[in-house]
């Protein structure tokens, strides 16, 4: 449920010879082919193929952030500006961790800006998480009754940003995966209007297929802005958008 794109282990060999010659004086093909591996179906072949080729992967590792998700949520602040020095972050499903390991500089958590508030941030997720400096993890089920008021002890109050990437477990059947990220979404969502500070934000990933409409419209009525977006870090053939709903003006009637 709190599985995160970037998170899943790489098994196997990869090859790390190149491949046929491309035009070009001595150009090569410098893409990784992953050997096939007794056991291992094709489809973990092809995806540990696409991690291994995958330039935010690497990105991720250079910069030592967990996961490529990292880059998903720095793209859509740069472009939305919600993790502000100073700001109270709850984020939702947050194993492996990438996505408070880019809020805790943003919001100053560290108080390493002198001349700036310094922020939140609040991590839970089902499963334990490694540590992270400058954010407070918790293990947690935030659909269990009386969440909102464990999130907002740990805060100190309410939040100014509840964020999630979360994804329930690909059953292989795209409508059913989908409807299952949309309950989630709407989780989140309600979760976000029990703890969420007048004026905050809300951001979530969703899948495009449709169902998701009844949860615009709530949103809509709950916030002044609400947008769809799909940031470059997303990959080309996934159908994920996230949602950025800005100026909470409380709960939805």
Known sequence: MSAKNGSKGTGGAASGGAGGATSGRGARDLRVKVKTARGRKLSSTLWLERQLNDPYVKRARAEGYRGRAAFKILELDDKYHFLVPGARIVDLGCAPGGWCQVAVPRVNALGEQKSKPVGTVLGVDLQEVEPIVGADIHQLDFLEEGADDKVKAWLGGNADVVMSDMAAASSGHKQTDHLRIVMLCEAAS??????????????????????????????????????????????????????????????PE
């Open 190 to 251: 309600e979760l976000a209007f029990d703890v969420l500070e007048e004026g905050g934000t809300f951001v979530a990933k969703v899948l495009a297929g449709g169902a998701e409409h009844e949860l615009q419209a709530k949103l809509k009525r709950a916030f002044k802005k609400v947008v769809n977006v799909k940031p470059p870090a997303s990959r080309a053939d996934s159908s994920e958008k996230f949602v950025v709903a800005q100026g909470f003006r409380g709960r």
